[in-house]
């Protein structure tokens, strides 16, 4: 089972990037799958979560009407559209999955820096 998370970079304050998060190795056709992020010297967080067959979103406060998570059941790929960032939105970004109460499934992250 392999979660690929990938599109971090370097963007300025009030720039947009989207990551995606590319799963393989099993269907997760039943599964939530979230986003979370760590800065430097902070705990890590949540961001945002789809469940694959509904559809349905979470969000956390920080990023509600910035970020935007959706899913391309074709490509099996979980995509995070992040708009208006602002500096404090810097962190390794990274994906998971869970069917129940905890996610079990990770990926590695993705780098993303917001200059102010």
């Known amino acids: 089972v392999q979660l690929q998370a990938s599109g971090g970079g370097l963007v300025q304050a009030g720039g947009s990037l989207r990551l995606s998060c590319a799963t393989s190795?099993?269907?997760?056709?039943?599964?939530?799958m979230g986003w979370f992020r760590q800065a430097p010297g902070k705990e890590r967080e949540f961001v945002a979560e789809?469940?694959?067959?509904?559809?349905?979103?979470d969000y956390a406060d920080s990023v509600k009407g910035r970020f935007t998570i959706s899913r391309d059941n074709a490509k099996n790929t979980v995509y995070l559209q992040m708009n208006s960032l602002k500096a404090e939105d810097t962190a390794v970004y990274c994906c998971?999955?869970?069917?129940?109460?905890?996610?079990?499934?990770w990926g590695q992250g993705t780098l993303v820096t917001v200059s102010s």
């Open positions: 789809i469940w694959w067959s509904s559809g349905y979103t």
């Open positions: 190795g099993r269907t997760f056709s039943g599964y939530a």
């Open positions: 998971a999955a869970r069917l129940h109460r905890e996610y079990e499934y």
